[in-house]
């Protein structure tokens, strides 16, 4: 059972386009949500994260907004690059873990053509 | 920034024997985590380690699965025996805290597990 839910499987823009990944949740424990980007070949890495008590959260290109009503969340990476093209995961984060063990969506994969 | 290596990148091995893949987390970090990635699937958490002791697993983590790191060397997944469902990226990550902004994970490159 996927607790954490990513929308669209695969996206491809233009350079300079706004990219909006979406992300959703069902579990109300999850409190922290980090964003992680992987390049082919390459390990997962921490792009941009957003607690509970945020309805925002920016840094440079990359902007996450959160409805935390409706458990969606989205990435919003504006003026895309080739460079920014990988598998974007949103993760969850359950409060109620020992060890605050991460959940992950199945990833959407983003091209940004030139 | 803090790296995570993982030996090997690539291992394949006939089902039913036994793999040991190793994990060199970041070195001041203190919990440790394996995640296993089925192509073009979501990475799942299978365990995580702390202070020498499994802390969580999930249903993914096997009875023929153990992990351990003793005396501060490799933080190893065994698998024993192995079978074809096994066959995956096994991400190893380490993390300094726990919960929240501390809880940041690295992770490993990967192993990709081929069972045969």
């Known amino acids: 059972q996927q607790q954490v839910r990513q929308s669209p499987q695969s996206l491809t823009v233009w350079e300079g386009e706004t990219t909006i990944l979406n992300c959703s949740y069902e579990?109300?424990?999850?409190?922290?949500f980090p964003w992680y980007r992987q390049f082919p070949g390459k390990s997962p890495a921490l792009l941009i994260a957003?607690?509970?008590?945020?309805n925002k959260k920016e840094d440079g290109r990359f902007t996450i907004f959160f409805n935390k009503r409706e458990k969606k969340l989205s990435l919003h990476i504006t003026d895309s690059q080739p460079g920014d093209s990988a598998t974007y995961f949103c993760?969850?984060?359950?409060?109620?873990?020992?060890?605050?063990?991460?959940?992950f969506g199945a990833g959407t994969q983003l091209i940004v053509i030139p | 920034g803090p790296k995570v290596l993982q030996i090997p990148s690539h291992q394949i091995i006939d089902m039913g024997q036994m793999v040991t893949l190793n994990c060199d987390p970041v070195?001041?970090?203190?919990?440790f985590y394996w995640y296993k990635q089925i192509l073009g699937q979501q990475m799942e958490f299978l365990v995580n380690?702390?202070?020498?002791?499994?802390?969580?697993k999930s249903k993914l983590f096997k009875d023929q699965f153990s992990v351990e790191r003793p005396d501060g060397s490799y933080f190893t997944l065994k698998i024993q025996p192995t079978a074809l469902e096994d066959s995956a990226v096994y991400f190893c990550?380490?993390?300094?805290?726990?919960?929240?902004?501390?809880?940041?994970?690295?992770f490993g490159a990967g192993t990709r597990l081929s069972v045969l």
């Open positions: 070195s001041n970090h203190l919990y």
């Open positions: 579990d109300s424990t999850f409190d922290y």
């Open positions: 993760a969850a984060i359950d409060r109620g873990s020992a060890l605050g063990r991460l959940h």
């Open positions: 990550a380490s993390s300094l805290g726990w919960g929240g902004a501390q809880n940041t994970l690295y």
């Open positions: 380690f702390y202070n020498g002791k499994v802390m969580e």
């Open positions: 957003i607690s509970l008590v945020s």
